[in-house]
Each structure stands twice: as structure tokens, then as C-alpha cells.
């Protein structure tokens, strides 16, 4: 099910240079590290990664492609454990431990 497009590959890949860590498409994340699970989602895909990562458990991120996204994603968030990073990884909301 991994996103076979080009601004998510290339937000994957910032965010892995950045924090280290891994791909995580064994488990349906996009990205494990030490930061924690990392989705990376379009505007359009938020509500599915925030799905995704509130059946699990730890601390937990949705990463937008574009600074489009980022007021969808503040907005899905809110009230939420999960935490939100930018298309560079810069932590915009911190995610509080699950």
C-alpha cells in the first residue's frame, strides 16, 4: 500500500536524512524512528493516516507533503496524542506519548 508518488518519496526521504530511521511498510508506516511513527500524507490522505496511526500505540506523527496540508492536519489533530511535522520535519505540533 506504499504511495507511489513523487512528493511523498521525496518527504519520506527528508525525514529519514533528518531523524534516521527507517521505512516502515511492513507494519503500514511509512517511516520508523527514533522520534517515533511517521506517516506521510496528502491533504486528501490525513484522515486515513491518522487511522492508521491511532491503532497504534507510542508516539506518533502525520507528516504533510505540501505546506498546504499543514492547516488540515493542525486542524485533524486537535485534541489528539498525534503530533504534526512539516514537508522538512520540522515538528510543528509535538505528539504526546500514547
Do not use: C, F, W
Not at 527507517?22 to 490522505?45: F, M, R, W
Not at 486515513?48 to 493542525?74: F, P
Amino acid at each position: 500500500m506504499p504511495h507511489a508518488n513523487k512528493a511523498h518519496t521525496a518527504t519520506v526521504n527528508r525525514i529519514i536524512r533528518r531523524y534516521g530511521g527507517t521505512t516502515g511498510y511492513g507494519q503500514n508506516i511509512d517511516i520508523q524512528s527514533a522520534e517515533g511513527l511517521i506517516e506521510v500524507e496528502t491533504e486528501a490522505t490525513i484522515g486515513r493516516g491518522l487511522r492508521r496511526l491511532k491503532k497504534l500505540g507510542g508516539t506518533a506523527y502525520v507528516a504533510v507533503t505540501n505546506k498546504e496540508a499543514i492547516a488540515e492536519a493542525l486542524r485533524a489533530t486537535r485534541g489528539s496524542a498525534i503530533g504534526v511535522m512539516d514537508p522538512q520535519g520540522n515538528i510543528l505540533k509535538p505528539a504526546e506519548v500514547r
